[in-house]
């Protein structure tokens, strides 16, 4: 691809988006690992700090990347679109650590069916988004375009089921549970895990944009 002859020799922006993504799965699996085992404080704390340690190894990357921005006088995409794209995947990460550190702050009490259940969909959907984002670096394929392409879809329909998990364990949750508080708890819970796919749809938006722009 001749993109990949105009890169700055001291990094790739591809391989750093490839990064980051990798980084976003892995705190998607610890956080789905800390609900699995979230009756054990020590796996609990344990899977906290996985969490943490990859939101934190995203953020580096997303900072290498904003400063190859400013020392690069031509980028494989547009400049913007680099820009947005990496900050939008570091919400991802952001927003898993969110859901972490809410449920120890809140000091939720036991997960639920629905934490599961969107927990499942956010996995899915993060693991989508590495996998779109490792076809970026050869989108002048026409083949590779629509397998990617192909794959927001599916992201695009994970936010879609996530939602609708969402909106059941809103109404269930205020018709079921007499805790106030608990109320309040899940309801933070929830809306956090639900914004985790939207992200990843307005990440799979950004990268049809640069497939439909250079492809």
Excluded: W
Excluded at 31 to 60: C, G, M
């Amino acid at each position: 691809m001749i993109f990949g002859k105009l890169l700055p020799r001291e990094g790739n922006f591809f391989e750093l988006f490839n990064q980051h993504a990798n980084h976003i799965v892995v705190a998607a699996h610890a956080f789905a690992n800390l609900v699995k085992h979230y009756n054990d404080t020590t796996l609990r704390d344990k899977y906290n700090q996985e969490v943490d340690a990859a939101e934190s190894a995203a953020d580096t990357v997303t900072r290498e990347v904003n400063r190859l921005l400013h020392k690069t006088f031509i980028t494989p995409i547009d400049r913007e679109q680099i820009h947005t794209l990496i900050n939008t995947m570091d919400d991802v990460a952001d927003l898993m650590q969110d859901a972490a550190e809410t449920m120890a702050l809140y000091d939720v009490r036991s997960m639920t069916e629905e934490i599961v259940r969107l927990t499942d969909l956010c996995v899915k959907s993060c693991e989508r988004l590495k996998s779109a984002v490792s076809l970026l670096d050869d989108i002048g394929s026409a083949k590779t375009a629509e397998a990617a392409l192909k794959t927001c879809e599916e992201i695009d329909q994970l936010e879609t089921d996530a939602d609708r998990v969402m909106r059941a364990a809103m109404s269930k949750l205020f018709r079921e549970e007499p805790d106030v508080r608990e109320v309040i708890k899940l309801k933070a819970i929830y809306e956090l895990l639900e914004t985790v796919t939207d992200k990843c749809e307005d990440v799979a938006k950004l990268i049809e944009g640069v497939i439909l722009e250079n492809s």
